[in-house]
């Protein structure tokens, strides 16, 4: 019996992918599986070729999958160039009466399982999509569903459309199940019951807004660029009951002047982008660095240089934001791996952002931000706490008064006699300006040093407070794989395979990325017998990260960088090489 | 706002003395914003100046309200971010014709058709003077400066005409020579409902050779003493691209709509009443179940 059972949509842009496989996600929350969903596709709005794979099992699900059980071919266009990626023993569903794969020299060793899915629709009716639900149904019939259970996620995401069309659904499934049936196809995946379970079934960007969202987020300013923009779309979507501001700007200086403004009056603040936006941003990225005004920066990395591969992942903005902006100032970078993780990193960089009034950098990746997956509900603080802000202005109050721990209480625009003067140059306690008419002269000179130490000096404060990274896995393992983002849980699930096969690993993922845990994790990297780094860019970032900050050199990486997420089985064969070479 | 208001000219001055050159048009800005400030009476702690780089842009170091300066060109966003997140603020941006209308000209269009109630003030000289007097975005064709010395080849931008055909509801344009007709300008920029834009003559004594103090007086001409009709767009435009009173150069309100909405009653929380700043953090349980619905 396998584990786990993986389904390839294939179609164009236009086809509906992206709703034809969250329903499908659905169905199979609704039968109690753990999923894990991600679309491959690229810039254009019609056409093209587009995949949306789905992943399920009973057990977890740590990546969406290599080899496809059952392929949907939704188009001609899409069946011909689709032919490469068919994997030997694929069950591939198509309609006959439009696509030939003996014409299309599909190979032989797959199952072939023609459904006329468009004639068997139009018995029922016009609407071209309810084919849809015929493949649904035979698909269903492959996988051993419960029609129950999938009717009942058509009512909840149909039913405002009314009776008819729940009804012309109902029907469409029934035909694709009494069709499979009468072709006789073979199910793959029995389950007897189905236990019911309250989970969610969610995207990064979406985890990581209701993060944020959670942890009191009110102003959000942004400029769309993929794979970020999809973060504004869900907050607009429930504007008038998030009594929020969300902001389309002008340009991502603007996104980004928006958010510090509004957090500069007191409001948990955040904008979002890609590489290229977020290289627009540096300037004032560093502006709320000197100024100690909280700000939260969204990075959604793709594949680069410049527009690179707007569609494609890859994690190469690691020196990019640790570098971000002239000079050197408090810079928090967060890198979540899974969904869970994205919803708690939306929680602590507005939380870390306003207790130590720093920038944080959440660098996410498009493999993250646009993967769906079943999570267990999602915990909603319920808290107003808030850090370092100040009702009333103290006597002699100094905004940026010198502190053990760095960290200034604030008084916020409004507040009498708290008023205060806050500029990008260097400045005196008071707030004022010692660049334009001091810097240089002895006085001053110590005034710039105590300045600079007081703002570093809340990295190192911040540090106790953060996790220690911890090694998951046996502890004598024979290698150490190390890896950051969405990657992570790839790496998770190569350490299981791994493990049976006779080779013990353990992983090092590493979330908080800066500051760094530099003597924990030398510690750790010391002990290891064998060491690999495995991201997705050319050059090894988070290695040569590594390095700076323990001195330790990672002997081995493996390196992904032509836009498609790192599978299992790469990191296996790596694995195997690197161990067999000792 | 305070039932007793009772602060002077002095209470919006902070300890540190402007570092501008003796003589330098900003001086007479300064003290206009805070003369307008005392008679609308608004306290201190309700107005927040926004600036950006540049000489002007050191103004907010010599007031005592809330100040902000930021880097060059971006006093339009952070403000706009300002306001949003507590309309009950005055916001005031004010920078120089390099930092609004060069660097930071997308921001000023943009500024000009959303319509939030901010205030920018920009101190025209017609040359960056931090710099030591570079050509600048209102510098006029053949100008000789350090970066033209053979003369400037470009066209200026014209800032009052630029802004009306971008939607400005408010367009006025002072003189650092005219105290009580700068005052009563920003007063009126201020009170105006939606986005206001001033530009000032503000002449640069040190690098500026051609627009001088003497040169604007003998030229300026306020529009109200020719009758013009401010809520009208064309005549506003034709002033603006003077294709009248072509000799003179024309000083008060060029253009101000109050009938229509700004962006503050245009916005979903903001026309709710809600101030971001002031809002709880928590979410209610039935905010959380509209938002993570669509999820199960």
């Known amino acids: 019996m396998k584990e786990d059972i993986v389904v390839r949509f294939v179609g164009s842009a236009g086809d509906g992918l992206v709703s034809l496989g969250l329903l499908f996600g659905k169905i199979l929350k609704k039968h109690n599986m753990n999923v894990l969903g991600f679309r491959s596709y690229q810039s254009v709005i019609r056409g093209g070729y587009n995949s949306y794979q789905i992943r399920f099992s009973d057990k977890e699900v740590l990546s969406v999958g290599e080899d496809a059980d059952i392929i949907v071919l939704l188009n001609k266009h899409v069946a011909e160039l689709h032919n490469p990626l068919v994997n030997s023993g694929a069950r591939v569903i198509y309609d006959n009466d439009n696509i030939d794969l003996e014409e299309l020299e599909y190979p032989e060793d797959i199952i072939k399982l023609s459904l006329p899915s468009v004639s068997i629709a139009k018995e029922i009716t016009n609407i071209k999509v309810i084919k849809n639900s015929v493949v649904f149904g035979a698909i269903s019939f492959l ?14 995401q149909y039913g405002i459309k009314g009776e008819e069309v729940i009804k012309i659904n109902y029907e469409a499934l029934d035909k694709g199940i009494s069709f499979a049936k009468e072709k006789m196809w073979t199910p793959i995946w029995v389950k007897g019951k189905y236990e019911k379970a309250r989970q969610m079934i969610i995207g990064g960007n979406e985890a990581l807004a209701l993060g944020m969202l959670s942890a009191g987020l009110k102003f959000y300013s942004g400029y769309p660029m993929t794979p970020a923009t999809s973060i504004v779309h869900f907050l607009t979507k429930y504007l008038p009951k998030l009594g929020m501001i969300v902001k389309q700007t002008e340009d991502e200086l603007a996104a980004v002047g928006m958010a510090i403004g509004a957090a500069y009056c007191g409001v948990r603040s955040a904008t979002s982008t890609s590489g290229g936006g977020f290289a627009l941003m540096t300037e004032l990225i560093g502006m709320a660095g000197i100024e100690e005004i909280p700000l939260v920066v969204i990075n959604s990395q793709r594949a680069g240089p410049s527009t690179g591969m707007a569609t494609k992942t890859e994690q190469s903005d690691l020196f990019q934001v640790y570098g971000a902006s002239q000079g050197e100032f408090p810079k928090v970078i967060i890198a979540p791996k899974s969904i869970d993780e994205a919803f708690l990193t939306g929680i602590k960089a507005l939380e870390i952002a306003e207790k130590y009034q720093v920038v944080v950098i959440v660098l996410m990746d498009l493999y993250l931000s646009e993967q769906i997956a079943t999570v267990k509900k999602l915990d909603f603080k319920r808290t107003n706490k808030r850090y370092a802000i100040l009702e009333k202005a103290p006597k002699d109050y100094l905004r940026y008064r010198i502190t053990e721990t760095g960290v200034t209480p604030r008084t916020l625009p409004g507040t009498k006699e708290g008023m205060f003067f806050t500029g990008s140059s260097e400045r005196r306690e008071e707030g004022t300006s010692i660049a334009s008419t001091l810097a240089g002269l002895p006085s001053t000179l110590p005034i710039r040093e105590n300045m600079m130490k007081k703002r570093m000096r809340k990295m190192d404060v911040l540090l106790k407070e953060l996790p220690k990274p911890e090694v998951y896995g046996s502890k004598d393992a024979d290698i150490t794989i190390i890896s950051w983002g969405s990657t992570s849980n790839i790496v998770k699930e190569a350490i299981t395979i791994l493990n049976n096969n ?65 599978v299992p089985s790469q990191i296996v064969n790596k694995v195997k090489e690197v161990v067999q070479n000792e | 706002m305070s039932n007793e208001f009772n602060f002077s000219i002095k209470d919006y001055q902070s300890d540190f003395k402007p570092t501008w050159c003796p003589g330098c048009g900003n001086f007479a800005q300064w003290r206009a914003i805070r003369q307008a400030l005392v008679e609308l009476e608004i306290p201190p702690e309700e107005v927040v100046l926004v600036s950006g780089i540049g000489c002007s842009s050191h103004m907010p170091n010599f007031l005592n309200v809330y100040g902000l300066q930021t880097v060059h060109g971006r006093g339009i966003p952070v ?42 003030i920009v101190s025209n000289n017609f040359v960056y003077g931090l710099t030591t007097g570079q050509a600048s975005a209102t510098t006029p064709i053949g100008t000789v400066t350090r970066t033209t010395p053979r003369g400037s080849i470009e066209n200026p931008i014209n800032p009052i005409a630029v802004a009306i055909a971008s939607g400005a509801t408010f367009v006025a344009r002072g003189f650092s020579g005219d105290m009580t007709q700068l005052t009563n300008i920003i007063k009126a920029a201020i009170d105006h409902r939606g986005f206001a834009f001033v530009d000032v003559f503000s002449p640069c004594i040190t690098f500026n050779k051609k627009q001088t103090f003497a040169y604007f007086r003998d030229k300026v001409m306020k529009v109200e003493d020719f009758g013009h009709d401010k809520e009208d767009f064309h005549s506003a435009m034709d002033l603006a691209n003077r294709r009248i009173l072509r000799n003179k150069l024309p000083t008060g309100i060029f253009y101000q709509i109050e009938n229509t909405t700004t962006y503050e009653e245009r916005d979903f929380a903001l026309n709710q009443g809600i101030i971001p700043a002031k809002t709880d953090l928590e979410l209610s349980d039935e905010q959380i179940n509209a938002i993570t619905e669509e999820f199960y």
């Open chain 1, 502 to 566: 006779g080779i013990k690993a353990n992983q090092l993922h590493l979330m908080y990325i800066n500051p760094f845990h530099s003597e924990e994790v030398l510690k750790i990297l010391k002990k290891a017998k064998e060491t690999l780094c495995v991201e997705q860019n050319f050059s090894g970032q988070m290695r040569d990260y590594i390095r700076m900050k323990t001195g330790f050199n990672i002997k081995n990486s493996l390196l992904r960088y032509d836009g498609e997420p790192i």
């Open chain 2, 79 to 120: 403000a706009t971010g300002i306001r949003l997140a507590n309309p009950e603020l005055t916001v005031l941006v004010y920078g120089g014709d390099g930092d609004i209308y060069g660097i930071g000209g997308n921001h000023f269009l943009h500024s000009c058709r959303r319509n939030v109630d901010i205030i920018t």
């Open chain 1, 143 to 156: 996988l051993g569903l419960d029609i129950k259970l999938i009717k009942e996620v058509i009512v909840e």
